[in-house]
């Protein structure tokens, strides 16, 4: 199943429903997207209008699902928490194997990341037009992929992102 849902619809879904949210970016994608319409209106427009409103009884719906879908998978033995260790498993087999092509790509991006970026401070390249108006974007999305070389490289462990998404969830203790 081929679904393309709106940021909105997805931040509800990392929000309400993490585990069917982890899944959609996975190999259970089409199981999760399944479950996902089955719980909010049987087809794909319903579903996504029915997560855009945030009706509380659609977000009580889409946290049934959540819990069914984990319970229905651990019930198959397909625990995420297993599978994602099983891709780093793969991940650090194929470093027994030829390394060069990923220190390769990894060495050219990084070289150009720092290289642009070091222009782009020193003021040594003037942008105009559209030009001006793209770099920050481009800037943006490769300043995103350096963790995940850095991850791949240096490893992130399964409680480091447990910390990171309970901080994120974390209100300040000042906060109402």
């Known amino acids: 199943m081929k679904w393309k849902l709106s940021e909105k619809a997805l931040a509800t879904i990392k929000a309400v429903a993490p585990g069917l949210a982890t899944a959609l970016g996975g190999p259970l994608a089409g199981a999760a997207a399944g479950a996902l319409v089955s719980a ?3 087809d794909e427009k319903a ?3 029915a997560l855009l409103t945030q009706d ?3 977000l009580l719906a889409l946290r049934k699902a959540d819990n069914d879908f ?3 998978m651990t019930e198959l033995g397909l625990e995420p928490d297993r599978l994602a260790q099983a ?3 793969d991940a650090r087999s194929m470093a027994k194997t030829n390394m060069k092509p990923q220190m390769a790509i990894t060495t050219v991006f990084l070289v150009g990341y720092f290289l642009l970026l070091w222009v782009l401070m020193t003021g040594s390249v003037v942008a105009d037009g559209v030009a ?3 770099l920050p974007t481009l800037l943006g999305v490769l300043t995103g992929a350096v963790p995940s070389i850095l991850a791949f490289w240096f490893g992130s462990t399964a409680g480091s992102q447990a910390k ?3 901080l994120a969830n974390s209100k300040p203790a000042d906060s109402p």
């Open 132 to 134: 001006r108006e793209q």
């Open 47 to 49: 579903a996504e209008a």
């Open 56 to 58: 509380p009884a659609t």
């Open 164 to 166: 990171s998404v309970m």
């Open 70 to 72: 984990t319970i229905r």
């Open 87 to 89: 891709d780093r498993a």
């Open 40 to 42: 909010l209106g049987g």
